[in-house]
């Protein structure tokens, strides 16, 4: 059985998080404590618990490992499900950042994720009790003293460690992503949070807590990493429709190297992630679809959603639609009906297949509609691309 306190706001909460403290720490840790009281007061429950062997809860630390943390996180977002509401929100202080980071997959609900002074990978706490590790290879465990206390490390601890790269993990996060990390921690160095921040693919933010400890001793510096969590977070979290005010905004498209070595790209677009690269013929790997292929890919699906659109509309007994797209460039004296007439030209040729009981005029008219989608016009009209030199968004802090 785990040890766990909820912190609840005065009236209805909008939102419940879950928190996972810090390595060989406890709920009621200075940072767990002072920024789950303070987000209760934002409206959002928080429950806080001891993972398995630590502070109230049952079981035996030197059982535990890296993966045993992960999957204490995934059932305590069960509860919360089961009780009351599933986490919209994550926090890992530490290595429950790392934690709640590997976590995420497995908690669908989770809209957004925060970590404090966490290590971009798990391995990263044997620096701890560097000077025991041969001790606990050659024995198979040994008695350390972390933070003035003994605890039994085994040689599966270690083992279990290096088998949690998270990388690809932070990669595939599929949610927003905020980083506190202060650039004098001792403990872990901000190195780390420049890690996770590049790995990760936006929606993503980095806050220096300068000042402050890896432990945010500090009332000041754990009510201000509170204050900073819950004016980040609302417009991540669901409303009573599920609906967040981040649903509701004009989506942003990002794109990220994904191989310097060759063309292939991470496209991130809100909630959703894809690949782009271009085919081995042109000198990429075919990891994903080209960037004509992806403009097709635009024209085809808006295409379809408008005659799917038209047809609820006037109630046609449309069934189902199919679009078949293909990009070549001709010569522009062998189109009579195109202005330019010099030189190439694109020419997309776009078939569009239509079931359904419909007579000839409603096909006729469901075609001449197909002109009406949006992106159809845009690649029509005029378009203006204001292109702007961007800078990194975390800087280095010494």
Not at 78 to 101: D, E, K, M, N, T
Not at 136 to 154: A, D, P, S, Y
Not at 196 to 219: D, Q
Not at 277 to 300: I, K, N, R, T
Request: glycine residues 6%; hydrophobic residues 40%.
């Amino acid at each position: 059985m785990l040890d766990a306190r909820l912190d609840s706001p005065p009236g209805a909460p909008v939102a419940y998080a879950l928190f996972a403290h810090c390595f060989t720490c406890a709920k009621e840790s200075v940072a767990a404590t002072r920024i789950s009281r303070a987000l209760a007061q934002k409206d959002i429950a928080v429950l806080r618990f001891d993972f398995t062997g630590l502070g109230g809860s049952e079981g035996e630390f030197a059982n535990t490992n890296f993966s045993s943390n992960v999957l204490d996180l995934v059932r305590a977002a069960a509860y919360l499900r089961q009780s009351a509401r599933a986490p919209a929100l994550l926090i890992g202080h530490s290595l429950g950042g790392a934690a709640v980071l590997s976590a995420a997959a497995d908690i669908p609900e989770a809209k957004a994720v925060v970590t404090i002074g966490a290590p971009s990978e798990p391995d990263h706490v044997r620096h701890l009790f560097a000077e025991n590790i041969d001790e606990v290879i050659k024995h198979g465990e040994q008695t350390v003293t972390l933070g003035g206390r003994q605890f039994l490390i085994r040689r599966q601890f270690l083992d279990d460690l290096t088998a949690h790269p998270i990388a690809e993990r932070i990669r595939g996060l599929n949610r927003a992503l905020l980083i506190l990390h202060s650039p004098q921690d001792e403990t872990v160095d901000i190195g780390h949070a420049r890690t996770i921040y590049e790995s990760a693919l936006h929606p993503k933010s980095f806050i220096s807590l300068y000042g402050a400890n890896h432990l945010l001793s500090r009332e000041q510096d754990a009510e201000y990493a509170a204050s900073l969590v819950s004016a980040w977070v609302h417009p991540y979290l669901p409303t009573a429709t599920g609906e967040t005010a981040e649903d509701r905004k004009p989506r942003t498209v990002f794109i990220s190297e994904a191989d310097q070595s060759g063309f292939a790209q991470d496209i991130s677009i809100g909630p959703h992630y894809l690949r782009g690269d271009e085919p081995v013929s042109f000198g990429g790997d075919d990891s994903g679809p080209s960037p004509y292929d992806l403009l097709l890919a635009s024209l085809g699906a808006c295409t379809a959603m408008t005659l799917r659109m038209y047809a609820r509309h006037k109630k046609l007994a449309l069934e189902h639609v199919e679009v078949e797209l293909s990009h070549s460039k001709i010569h522009a004296s062998d189109c009579s009906e195109c202005e330019t007439k010099k030189g190439k030209i694109d020419r997309i040729d776009r078939r569009i297949y239509i079931e359904g009981e419909l007579d000839d005029a409603q096909r006729k008219r469901l075609l001449e509609i197909a002109d009406r989608c949006p992106i159809h016009q845009t690649l029509h009209s005029e378009v203006v691309v204001d292109t702007s030199a961007g800078k990194s968004l975390i800087e280095d802090s010494n």
